[in-house]
């Protein structure tokens, strides 16, 4: 499937755009079971990779205790954890990171939350008069050499103490 071709309200687009904190979109890969012979055909989503970081994540319905039935995004990976959907996962983190935005969260069963940063990206500075340096700092997904010295791990996954108050690492 083709994120940049989603219809820009559609769950593919959300999913793309949630995604592209970890990899650019050219290198994150959407697979469906659906037979799609238009762009417009819906479908589902199936399976994601995300190769330069090696990650994959395999969509699953589960029923939760409250009878309602779920989509979630389950990581290949990491044992037992999923995207997190909801809003204060997310703000929970942000209050954690601060400014730093290259991140997604997961989540057991057990609601505990987890931030997963990838580590293919060079982190530079950002000079916009040649003069001074900045404390603006911006990431380099395409820097091959950086990307080739990686090794195997390519991505950081912090577990968020219980009192929400902190990383462990």
Avoid at 86 to 100: C, N, P
Avoid at 108 to 130: E, H, I, K, Q, Y
Wanted: proline fraction near 4%; charged fraction near 25%; include cysteine.
């Amino acid at each position: 499937l083709n994120i940049n071709s989603a219809p820009p309200a559609s769950l593919l687009k959300r999913i793309g755009m949630l995604l592209s904190r970890l990899d650019n979109l050219a290198h994150i890969l959407v697979w469906s079971k659906s037979n799609v012979n238009r762009p417009e055909d819906s479908s589902s989503i199936d399976m994601i990779e995300l190769p330069r970081v090696n990650l994959s994540f395999k969509a699953k319905k589960v029923d939760t205790i409250d009878g309602k039935t779920e989509h979630r995004l389950y990581s290949n990976d990491h044992n037992g954890l999923y995207i997190a959907s909801s809003t204060e996962a997310r703000e929970v983190v942000e209050k954690l990171l601060g400014s730093i935005s290259h991140f997604i969260v997961l989540q057991n069963s057990d609601n505990d939350l987890f931030v997963l940063m990838p580590g293919c990206a060079l982190p530079r500075r950002l000079n916009t008069d040649g003069t001074a340096l900045s404390v603006q700092v911006i990431l380099d997904r395409r820097n091959k050499e950086w990307i080739d010295n990686m090794g195997e791990v390519r991505c950081y996954l912090y577990p968020v103490h219980n009192s929400q108050g902190k990383l462990i690492t």
